[in-house]
Every structure is written in structure tokens, then in C-alpha cells.
């Protein structure tokens, strides 16, 4: 069965920084494509990044260049997604999906007709004073 988990959100001041993590279990995360997404109350589900198998391509929301990067750690069977510089804007739920393409677009979807089939419950992240 395989179970993505995401983790790390939390409540930080505008400019301060937060890591969520992205575990999976019953599925190798390297051998394919990851996606990020967000969705704020009131709004539509957004990407923010995704990043295809083994680190070769990854795209990033306009809104979240040169701030979000996202890492693997293969031996953990984990994604990271490090957030520097958060704004009020960056408010939302985030999920971690992944499925079994091995690429991804720019408008981050999954490449090769192959859907994101595996989301994990998402992680509450909230840029306040």
C-alpha cells in the first residue's frame, strides 16, 4: 500500500522559513515524478513545483522561484520542500503526489498521459504576524 505523508507546516512570521517533508512508504520516490501543491481557503488547487525522477528537470511557480527548493533524500525515501522567505500569500494546505511518470511538465503535470495517483493528507502552513 503505498502512503505518502506529509509534514512540518506550521504557523511562522512573514520572512521566516519552514521545511515540509514528504515520506512515502510502499513506493520508491526517486523513480519518479513529484508534484507540489497548495490550496488556500476559498481558492482552487495550485502547483508549485514539481521535480522529475532522479532530480533531472524541475519547475517552479513564478510565485515561488529563487524561495521553494526541493530536495530528495533517497535513503530516507523522502522529499523535502524548503521554503525561505514567506509571505502572508504562501498561506495554504500542501500536498506532496506522485504517481508513476517519470517526468513532468512545466505547468506540473505529470508526463506521458500518467496521473498523479498517490497525494498525501496535506500539511496546514500559515504566514502570519
Known amino acids: 500500500q503505498v502512503q505518502l505523508v506529509e509534514s512540518g507546516g506550521g504557523l511562522v512570521q512573514p520572512g521566516g522559513s519552514l521545511r515540509l517533508s514528504c515520506a512515502a512508504s510502499g513506493f520508491t520516490l526517486d523513480w519518479y515524478a513529484i508534484g507540489w501543491f497548495r490550496q488556500a481557503p476559498g481558492k482552487e488547487r495550485e502547483g508549485v513545483l514539481c521535480i522529475s525522477a532522479g532530480g533531472g528537470s524541475t519547475y517552479y511557480d513564478d510565485s515561488v522561484k529563487g524561495r521553494f527548493t526541493i530536495s530528495r533524500d533517497n535513503a530516507k525515501n523522502t522529499v523535502y520542500l524548503q521554503m525561505n522567505s514567506l509571505k502572508p500569500e504562501d498561506t495554504a494546505v500542501y500536498y506532496c503526489?506522485?504517481?508513476?511518470?517519470?517526468?513532468?511538465?512545466?505547468?506540473?503535470?505529470?508526463?506521458?498521459?500518467?496521473?498523479?495517483?498517490?497525494w498525501g493528507q496535506g500539511t496546514q502552513v500559515t504566514v502570519s504576524s
Open positions: 503526489a506522485t504517481g508513476h511518470a517519470g517526468d513532468c511538465y512545466s505547468d506540473y503535470r505529470p508526463s506521458g498521459g500518467y496521473q498523479y495517483d498517490y
